[in-house]
């Protein structure tokens, strides 16, 4: 089976899971976020990886790291969830059910991600008014990450999913040399 | 002779004295030289000549046989040259022509090629001034591009950009948006 597939399978009961919970969606977004933090560590810290990984560690004794270490900050049911890919010997795929258990809870919140390029960083009012602008659009909640390029000289380009919004005036520049070198 | 000598001697032979004895005898002599000659010398004599004339009417008749050969050889040979040069003539008229022929081939040919060549150099001057003028083109509009874009680095300010993004989202929102 494809590792994509394995990650959505524990993605999944991941969702059942903090559905389970409370049933509103703060738990959703709660898990997803500490599912986050967790696929961080392992990539930021290569010893928590080798830990995690290694033969000589026994599982119960993986299980009980894993339990001291996040107990006091993350439900019970979400540290069981890591025991339990860890004692499958999925600890390698963390990083792809973060990936999926969003792409999960996007489809579940009706949520898309849209990278917004501007020329300069986007204060707090622009960045408000251009989600809104965005969510207005795309007729669906918007979580929008922000990033600043001096190339597009001005205006925006939005990315969402494969499809691209460009309003930049490196576009609008790039239209008007096409139009003035084919004259038409 | 010795008769005359005798009578000479004597005194009485003159030439002009008639002496019947002596013509007599002249006349013996004579006819008898002439019976010999008439008998012996005659016929070979006529032999002779008429052996001479038969050489000489022979040597004629060679003569005219040989010049008729020789004017039948020279119609013969004026004939022949006449036919070398009518055949000469012909030959000479027929390399004329096919030299002549030729030259219009190649001249046409010759032509044809100075025409394809003028006409290829035209379409490369063409296509080389197309070029230049489609390169000075795109290096005016590229210059002005580039112009145009320091001109708005420098004169884009936050509130006409964020003017700028909220125009190009509310196309996007209205669904205009390219």
Do not use: C
């Not at chain 2, 008769?3 to 019947?20: C, D, H, K, R, Y």
């Not at chain 2, 002249?26 to 001479?52: C, M, N, Q």
């Not at chain 2, 005219?64 to 004026?78: D, G, M, N, S, V």
């Not at chain 2, 060549?117 to 230049?132: F, H, S, V, Y």
């Amino acid at each position: 089976m494809k590792s994509t597939t394995i990650a959505r399978n524990y993605a999944e009961a991941l969702l059942l899971a903090a559905e389970a919970q409370d049933g509103k969606g703060g738990s959703v977004e709660q898990y997803g976020r500490l599912m986050d933090a967790v696929a961080g560590a392992l990539e930021a810290d290569e010893r928590i990886a080798v830990a995690l990984d290694s033969p000589r560690v026994a599982k119960a004794t993986k299980a009980a790291l894993l339990e001291r270490a996040l107990a006091d900050v993350t439900p019970p049911e979400f540290v069981r969830f890591l025991q339990a890919v860890v004692r499958r010997g999925r600890q390698g795929l963390l990083g792809e059910i973060a990936q999926e258990y969003q792409a999960l809870v996007d489809a579940k919140l009706d949520r898309v991600h849209a990278g917004v390029v501007l020329v300069e960083e986007p204060d707090a009012r622009l960045e408000k008014q251009i989600v809104e602008r965005l969510a207005a659009a795309l007729g669906k909640d918007v979580r929008a990450h922000f990033r600043a390029e001096r190339g597009i000289i001005g205006g925006v380009v939005v990315r969402v999913g494969d499809r691209v919004y460009d309003g930049s005036l490196k576009r609008r520049l790039a239209v008007l040399r096409r139009k003035m070198l084919t004259g038409e | 002779m010795p008769a005359l000598l005798l009578l000479v001697q004597e005194g009485e032979f003159t030439p002009f004295s008639i002496n019947t004895g002596l013509i007599f005898w002249t006349i013996v002599v004579f006819g008898v030289l002439l019976a010999l000659l008439w008998r012996f010398g005659w016929p070979a004599i006529l032999k002779t000549v008429e052996d001479r004339e038969r050489r000489i009417q022979q040597q004629l008749e060679e003569a005219e046989r040989a010049r008729a050969e020789a004017a039948r050889l020279l119609e013969e040979h004026k004939r022949t040259i006449a036919s070398a040069k009518a055949e000469a003539q012909e030959i000479l008229a027929r390399a004329k022509a096919v030299a002549d022929k030729e030259r219009e081939t190649l001249l046409a040919k010759a032509r044809q090629e100075y025409e394809q060549l003028l006409e290829r150099a035209r379409q490369e001057i063409g296509a080389e001034k197309e070029k230049a003028i489609e390169a000075l083109r795109r290096e005016a509009v590229d210059l002005s591009i580039a112009a145009a874009s320091k001109l708005l680095e420098a004169q884009l300010d936050s509130e006409t950009n964020r003017k700028l993004v909220m125009g190009y989202l509310a196309q996007l929102e209205a669904g205009r948006a390219p």
